[in-house]
């Protein structure tokens, strides 16, 4: 399963996957006037973090599309085999010995001449690799991280929380009893007992952060299911003899979208911040921006200090967080009508 | 009421048996006890020395109930000892897991508890000082600086807060522990600073939306209208009445003091029941990762029933029958 997810095959299709339901939405929004007007609402509040989450969404494409061989990328026979993305391309070959500071013509600590003087912008890393590039190969990681979590705990909540919300009964007894049992355990905790259980993989840290994340969505959409059952429309609807799977469909589920919406912008920051603290605990995803701060904690022991790998690593997450979390406000000020009286 | 005390509490022992059979099915179907063995003794290992080892921590029952071993299996095993607290010894380097668990607590406390309390009454102090100034710059940049806090990783405020007060300005020693309390009351200082800057963030915006929820009631309105100053507004109704929701996010928290903090922890080189649990999870202690699951949602468990039942003592609103 591991082996699928990172073959570029299947990144390939990802991304065009991800190109079609883009399409798809963006012809949907267009069509739905209270959708096309809340979100431009919301990109006229914050545009500028609009464009950045743009501009990584564009990086992080970038480094998914893939092929094999064309070019004279790598020198050797080997990495002449090995997929390229379209990021490692417009690199090539970057590769040094060991540290070196940003711009420097020589190596940090061996002061012996690089290979591509001045050239490495922000440096290189222990390993003689171009931190620039490094830290924009995890900007794929940390989408990968958010996004697929989001898509394997939102569904799944989505489901749980609609059933037991509208069906009750036993049905909710169920599902409430798993909630109760995911959700006494310290998330910590329990995300640490499920990545050291799994095999390791990326695939397997993101469902230990879907198991640990989708419980709270799934007790909201229970709740505002249960609200919505009892509503006039669904009551006619009733009457009129809908058939139950119709009555969630038509309009149980599209009084719930904004919640998704919501959520999804707002729990994104949170996954990507809890990589980085299993990255501390030396069991996150390889070559994520929580690895790169775990490792720069011995890098500020160095003397002279390596700062650059910290700093890139620290300013990207940092960047892609605040701009995720302002537009995660601006969408939720924008769809509650809860904050709508704040904004007066 | 005392019925509902009941019955809340066998729904709290139905939970936490349910926690018991997701780490059974965690670390035992999911990961095999050969696994364990294999992780803790070598991929290369023999498969009679895996016999051994398995034995030795008794992890060679059949798993589940069947007949001729009604008693004498895994499952069976595995809740009984959870339910003894007989934890057993750890799968790494065979120490008896309750005598560390007993070790640790008393550091972790020692940090989390103060981190929590000047976390709370600072959050408190500032989001209410904020919310008294709403709609104005002051309020505005205090939500900036929020979301500006909240988007940065916590493993930063410790790198940031090692490197700044510990490494170039020397006011606190960088990591370490001592028993006596002056001088540990020193190596805490760092840690509780960095864990407080690192959660008033999302604190102060929490706060600061409940306070200002509270501000537009109408009861309010009334007590402005009747000549009520706004300090008295803010100190007198707005925090009194705020406190409900404050309280309910707090003490959620509160159980999960006694898990001591992971990250600061293992960071300043506490020896608490966080860095029991790091020290599990990089030498593949998996007796020791179930025990602390468990001992974390079974306080969990019994806060939420006290919880519960002490929201009647102090809200007249609720009636739990």
Not at chain 1, 116 to 137: E, N, Q
Not at chain 2, 156 to 168: A, N
């Amino acid at each position: 399963m591991g082996e699928l997810l990172n073959s570029h095959v299947t990144s390939n299709l990802i991304v065009l996957v991800l190109a079609l339901g883009a399409i798809g939405l963006w012809r949907a929004v267009a069509k739905n006037r209270l959708w096309s007007e809340a979100l431009r609402s919301m990109y006229r509040r914050r545009p500028i973090a609009v464009w950045v989450c743009a501009l990584y969404l564009a990086i992080g494409l970038c480094d998914s599309v893939a092929w094999v061989g064309g070019g004279q990328v790598g020198s050797d026979a080997v990495s002449s085999h090995q997929a390229k993305t379209l990021l490692d391309r417009a690199f090539g070959d970057t590769k040094e010995k060991s540290y070196s500071a940003p711009f420097a013509r020589v190596e940090f600590y061996a002061k012996s001449k690089l290979r591509h003087p001045g050239s490495h912008v922000l440096g290189t890393d222990i390993l003689g690799r171009d931190v620039l590039f490094v830290t924009l190969k995890g900007v794929r990681i940390a989408l990968l991280i958010g996004g697929l979590t989001s898509l394997i705990s939102i569904p799944l909540a989505l489901l749980m929380g609609v059933l037991a919300g509208y069906f009750g009964k036993y049905l909710d007894d169920a599902v409430f009893f798993v909630v109760s049992v995911l959700q006494s355990m310290p998330s910590i905790l329990l995300l640490i007992a499920l990545i050291t259980a799994l095999p390791k993989s990326t695939l397997s840290v993101c469902l230990a952060l879907a198991v640990t994340s989708w419980v709270g969505f799934c007790r909201l959409t229970r709740g505002e299911t249960m609200k919505l059952r009892e509503l006039d429309y669904v009551y006619a609807a009733r009457a009129l003899g809908v058939s139950e799977l119709r009555i969630i469909w038509r309009h149980i589920l599209p009084n719930l979208t904004h919640l998704i919406v919501i959520t999804f912008a707002l729990t994104f920051s949170g996954l990507v911040l809890s990589e980085a603290v299993l990255a501390w605990l030396n069991i996150g995803v390889e070559g994520s921006w929580g690895q790169m701060i775990a490792q720069a904690k011995n890098e500020l022991s160095r003397d002279p200090v390596v700062w650059w790998n910290l700093a890139a690593a620290a300013t990207a997450l940092f960047v892609l967080l605040l701009a995720i979390n302002l537009v995660g406000d601006a969408i939720r000020d924008v769809l509650d009508p809860r904050t709508a009286r704040e904004r007066q | 009421m005392l019925a509902y005390i009941v019955r809340r509490t066998a729904y709290g022992v139905l939970v936490v048996l349910g926690v018991l059979f997701f780490l059974f099915a965690l670390f035992f179907l999911v990961t095999k006890p050969d696994d364990i063995a294999r992780k803790a003794i070598g991929d290369k290992a023999m498969p009679a020395v895996i016999a051994q080892w398995k034995k030795n921590h008794g992890y060679d029952r059949p798993l589940w109930p069947g007949p001729g071993h009604v008693q004498d299996n895994m499952l069976v095993e595995h809740y009984r000892r959870m339910l003894t607290f007989d934890f057993g010894r750890s799968d790494a380097d065979d120490t008896i897991i309750l005598d560390r668990i007993k070790k640790g607590a008393g550091p972790s406390i020692s940090l989390t508890l103060p981190e929590f309390a000047f976390g709370v009454l600072l959050g408190i102090g500032f989001s209410l000082f904020v919310a008294f100034f709403r709609e104005t710059y002051i309020d505005r940049s205090t939500v900036v600086l929020s979301v500006l806090g909240m988007s940065v990783s916590a493993l930063l405020y410790i790198i940031g807060g090692q490197y700044l007060i510990g490494k170039l300005l020397r006011w606190f020693p960088i990591s370490g522990f001592d028993p006596s309390w002056a001088v540990r009351a020193r190596f805490l200082a760092l840690p509780i600073v960095v864990g407080v800057a690192a959660s008033l963030g999302s604190s102060v915006r929490f706060y600061r939306t409940v306070f200002i929820e509270e501000i537009y009631k109408d009861y309010v309105r009334t007590a402005r209208a009747k000549g009520a100053g706004e300090v008295r507004i803010m100190t007198r109704h707005v925090l009194q009445n705020a406190m409900i929701p404050i309280l309910t996010s707090i003490v959620t928290e509160i159980p999960f003091l006694l898990m001591g903090s992971l990250l600061l922890e293992a960071s300043f080189g506490i020896p608490g029941l966080g860095s029991l649990t790091v020290d599990a999870i990089t030498g593949n202690d998996f007796a020791t990762l179930r025990t602390m699951v468990y001992i974390g949602s079974l306080f969990f468990v019994v806060g939420q029933i006290l919880t519960d039942i002490s929201y009647t003592i102090a809200d007249p609103r609720i009636r739990l029958d």
